[in-house]
């Protein structure tokens, strides 16, 4: 971690009471944003279950959201096959779904890792040397491939393990973060460059002091907008053998026609998504308190 | 004071999502050896066999019939103790001979079209393999559901749209049913290229007049209101039969004869559950797909199973006949480079495995 010696000092001129105030209205807000939302919610989950319930839509297209919630508690149950049966299986495809979704999270944190790890040196060097001009293209290039496209080139690469569907993930990743990196150190102020270099400051103490602190927003940015990637890329990573994985299952469910269990993944997929969003923004917060008042 | 409290709780909650994540879900599990369903993982019915310590990989699909019974009950497990078995699931025959292509599988299930591709040029100089069992022979699984109740037989559906996944069993069933009654399939019907899952969305949008395709999917279409006018049944009696056949890579079977042997033995102890006792077989298939047990036993009756003797019988006699024509087939449609001679086809059936079944 790099870490600027001077931190930004709240502005002090506030008096104690005008901060209380100020604060209350903050939680006011927070409240009436929580409400908006909730209502939203409700309303979405009314209408959704009004047309179920009407008959509207048909069950194959739209299942009610009891059955999807059934789908969801079955998943990450041991369940009789059917009911009345004696034969107890463990939730959907021998894991339950948490199981699933940890499985997907695993390789998603493994492919981001790795695209962080090789993202971040590499657009260092791309936007600090001539290196840039040359891979610019190729990195253009590879962001541009819709991962479906080359998956099938992967397996016969790495085999159906989890090494290819890592390796997809990584290739879905590895090119934002870099971006980002690139665009963060081309964004560094001159000015700035210039102030240390006036005070003596070596090439080095110029990178760690300023190049590194000033592209570390872009960077935590670009790793939001990858990670992002990677959930969009997990149901192609695990159409093939990929089980266990939220993708596969939701794959597998649909060929088999069982809706309510590919609403509930897809469900899963989302506020697993959000939630590692809200996490990664709120690192992005702690980590770079800087942003925007440099 | 308050960044550095937020920065060890950021510090905190990255370690505790590291630590969850290093946890690993081992892939692969199988329902037998589920702790919770202990009496489910049964005793091999015969003697088990120690001495074997092949490491197989087994790429199976999720058909019902006696392949995702053996798995279910764990019988290969239970009959080879100290053999490393491992199932990969597949979603049609074609990703099948792509993991023997990639060297992640020793044995398969596939459909015959596959099959017979996996024995034609260009694919046989990737892959070696050879069809060792028949697991099934398609009935009425796969058939030809219409729309139109007026519709009545093959040829009221001239200038309709009809809906396959192409390069199946189905596809193939179909074309050869065209071609019977004397249909084009180029001008005189459009054939379309349609995965299953795919089709209630057509059929509902009213892309599609007709589908041939198998469960679910088929049980879906006659439930809106199909009807099922053709099977692949018909096309068998007109001397083109379609199959789910296992195949082995050559090598394996070649320097694992003890483990083929087991392994035939148990799918014809399945193939005999399935035909003696279909209700438990019913169970085993509920589990693997997902579905309903009284679901999984009227699948049953689409599909024809044949014990070993019958094997031995079919695969060596008529079944590398099968193959070559379907390569024909295969040919035209450009599935293939070139019809191989009838001797290249009978290299890759054997019916060894399922003669050392026979009496066991």
Redesign the interface.
């Known amino acids: 971690m790099v870490q600027l010696e001077g931190r930004p000092v709240p502005p002090t001129t506030a008096t104690p009471e005008s901060r209380r105030t100020e604060r209350a209205t903050r939680r006011r807000t927070r409240l009436q944003r929580l409400a908006v939302h909730g209502a939203s919610l409700a309303a979405l989950l009314l209408g959704w279950w009004l047309v179920t319930r009407t008959g509207l839509v048909r069950p194959l297209y739209l299942p009610p959201p009891a059955d999807v919630w059934d789908a969801f508690v079955r998943a990450n149950t041991d369940h009789p096959i059917s009911p009345g049966s004696d034969r107890i299986v463990r939730g959907e495809q021998n894991y339950y779904l948490w199981e699933h979704l940890l499985a997907s999270l695993q390789r998603i944190a493994i492919g981001v890792g790795g695209g962080v790890l090789l993202g971040i040196p590499l657009g260092l060097l791309m936007g600090t040397t001539w290196l840039g001009v040359v891979l610019e293209p190729y990195l253009n290039f590879l962001r541009s491939l819709p991962p479906l496209a080359y998956i099938g080139l992967l397996i016969v690469w790495f085999g159906i393990g989890d090494t290819s569907k890592i390796w997809l993930l990584f290739l879905a990743v590895f090119p934002p973060v870099a971006m980002a990196t690139i665009s963060g150190v081309r964004g560094v102020r001159e000015d700035q460059l210039n102030a240390v270099r006036s005070l003596g400051a070596s090439r080095r103490q110029a990178l760690t002091s300023v190049v590194l602190p000033a592209t570390l927003p872009e960077v935590l940015t670009g790793i939001r907008v990858a990670t992002g990637f990677a959930w969009t890329t997990v149901v192609a990573a695990e159409i093939a053998n990929g089980i266990p994985g939220i993708g596969g299952l939701a794959y597998l469910a649909g060929e088999q026609l069982r809706t309510p269990l590919v609403i509930a993944s897809i469900l899963v997929i989302g506020l697993a998504a959000i939630a590692l969003d809200l996490g990664l923004k709120h690192l992005e917060k702690s980590l770079v308190p800087w942003r925007g008042k440099a | 004071m308050k960044?550095r409290l937020?920065?060890s709780?950021?510090a905190l909650?990255?370690t505790t999502?590291?630590l969850?994540?290093t946890?690993?879900?081992e892939?692969g599990?199988?329902?037998a050896t589920?702790e919770?369903?202990a009496a489910?993982a049964s005793d091999c019915p015969w003697e088990a066999d120690d001495s074997i310590t092949t490491t197989a990989r087994i790429a199976w699909q999720?058909i019902p019939n006696a392949d995702v019974v053996v798995k279910d009950l764990g019988l290969l497990e239970a009959c080879m103790p100290n053999a490393e078995i491992s199932w990969?699931?597949?979603?049609s025959g074609g990703?099948v001979v792509?993991?023997y292509?990639?060297?992640?599988v020793d044995l398969g299930l596939m459909g015959s079209s596959p099959a017979t591709i996996a024995s034609s040029e260009p694919v046989v100089r990737d892959v070696d393999l050879a069809v060792v069992w028949i697991h099934d022979v398609i009935g009425e699984a796969e058939s030809l559901v219409v729309r139109d109740p007026e519709v009545i037989d093959l040829a009221g559906l001239e200038g309709g749209r009809i809906g396959v996944p192409f390069s199946s069993t189905a596809h193939y069933s179909l074309l050869q049913a065209l071609a019977e009654e004397g249909l084009d399939p180029a001008t005189d019907v459009e054939v379309i290229n349609l995965d299953?899952?795919k089709m209630?969305?057509a059929w509902?949008g009213d892309q599609i007049d007709a589908a041939w395709v198998w469960d679910?999917?088929q049980s879906?279409l006659l439930e809106d209101g199909g009807t099922r006018i053709l099977s692949s049944a018909d096309t068998a009696e007109a001397g083109r039969p379609t199959f789910d056949v296992g195949t082995a890579d050559r090598t394996f079977v070649a320097e694992n004869p003890e483990f083929m042997a087991q392994w035939a033995k148990a799918q014809d102890h399945a193939v005999g559950l399935i035909q003696d006792d279909p209700a438990t077989a019913a169970?085993s298939v509920?589990?693997v797909?997902?579905?309903?047990?009284?679901d999984a036993e009227k699948q049953f009756a689409g599909l024809s199973y044949l014990r070993a003797q019958e094997q031995v019988d079919y695969l060596s006699r008529s079944f590398p006949k099968d193959l070559l024509t379907t390569a024909g087939f295969l040919l035209d449609q450009g599935g293939i480079e070139a019809v191989g001679t009838p001797e290249q086809y009978a290299e890759h059936v054997d019916a060894g495995p399922a003669r050392s079944a026979v009496g066991g």
């Open positions: 960044t937020k920065q709780a950021a909650a990255v999502l590291t969850a994540l946890g690993c879900v892939s599990r199988s329902s589920n919770t369903d489910q999720a990969v699931q597949a979603a990703d792509k993991y292509g990639s060297g992640d299953p899952e209630p969305g509902q679910p999917v879906q169970e509920a589990v797909l997902g579905i309903d047990p009284a």
